[in-house]
């Protein structure tokens, strides 16, 4: 575990990167079960899922085993107060490709640089637990076993992207926050929220170390920190299936969100998402 603990420190041209949360590291490698050397590694935050994680899983098991290389999933249960966590376990009876770990503290962000550290593959992919967009997409990340750059997001508004059944007034407000996102931190990128992305190891390993959010804002401040070390981002056109029962407070947490992207700006300025020198 000391080896593996030292290995997640490591990022682009081997240099050692310095965690805003060093305790994470230990906490990412506890987790119930463990994977050997995976080239797909898929990430699962999972807040009270308890509901729609079976369906999930049942889906994911389905399109993993038709894959030509080896995969493990990761379920990230953050303070759950229901049976999420129970649900998981026993899906492990029949999935060993699947691993557990449980976090007391809660935040989307959290969960996902939880995942992304404790995760062995060469390429990690995080989704939302709802799957809103069809696990079979993920190929289109990984085109020929390899990814289209060395961060991958999935887009719906990208040429050839498609949106199904979502309200107006939800995609209205999305696309104001997007336009705030490009004037202030990430010019040219037309959807940084949708929650299908993927990172290459050395990517992942060099920008989840370095953020700071938990909350719902996380997202832009991953890939603000990945252009800050130089990482490629391409935005993959998905077909996107709007799902009712979302965590998000649309008003009270789309305030939060724009003030977070002050922060995220004003981090940058302080020069906190670049690698340190050794």
């Known amino acids: 575990v000391a080896q593996s603990a030292s290995a997640l420190r490591l990022g682009r041209r081997g240099r050692r990167f310095e965690s805003a949360h060093p305790d994470l590291f230990l906490q990412a490698l506890q987790s119930d079960q463990l994977v050997s050397t995976p080239f797909l590694s898929l990430i699962i935050p999972a807040h009270n899922e308890s509901e729609r994680l079976p369906a999930s899983l049942e889906a994911v098991k389905r399109y993993i085993s038709s894959l030509p290389f080896e995969t493990e999933v990761i379920v990230v249960e953050n303070n759950s107060s229901d049976a999420t966590a129970e649900i998981v376990r026993e899906w492990m009876n029949t999935m060993p490709q699947l691993r557990l770990i449980n976090l007391a503290q809660p935040g989307k962000g959290n969960a996902i640089r939880t995942g992304m550290l404790a995760a062995q593959g060469a390429f990690r ?83 989840f170390p370095l953020q700071r959010l938990e909350g719902w804002s996380f997202d832009v401040e ?10 490629e981002i391409a935005e993959v056109p998905i077909t996107w299936h709007y799902q009712p029962g979302s965590r998000m407070h649309l008003i009270q947490d789309s305030l939060q969100m724009a003030k977070d992207l002050f922060t995220i700006r004003q981090q940058r300025k302080k020069g906190l998402y670049h690698a340190p020198k050794v």
């Open 222 to 231: 991953i890939l603000t920190i990945a252009r800050q070390l130089g990482f």
């Open 125 to 207: 992919f995080m989704a939302d637990a709802d799957f809103s967009m069809p696990v079979e997409e993920i190929g289109k990340f990984l085109p020929d076993d390899k990814p289209l750059a060395s961060v991958g997001i999935a887009s719906r508004e990208a040429p050839g992207s498609k949106r199904i059944g979502e309200p107006f007034y939800r995609h209205l407000i999305g696309r104001v926050y997007n336009l705030l996102v490009r004037l202030l931190v990430l010019p040219g990128l037309q959807d940084t929220q949708c929650g299908f992305k993927c990172f290459s190891a050395e990517a992942a390993q060099a920008i």
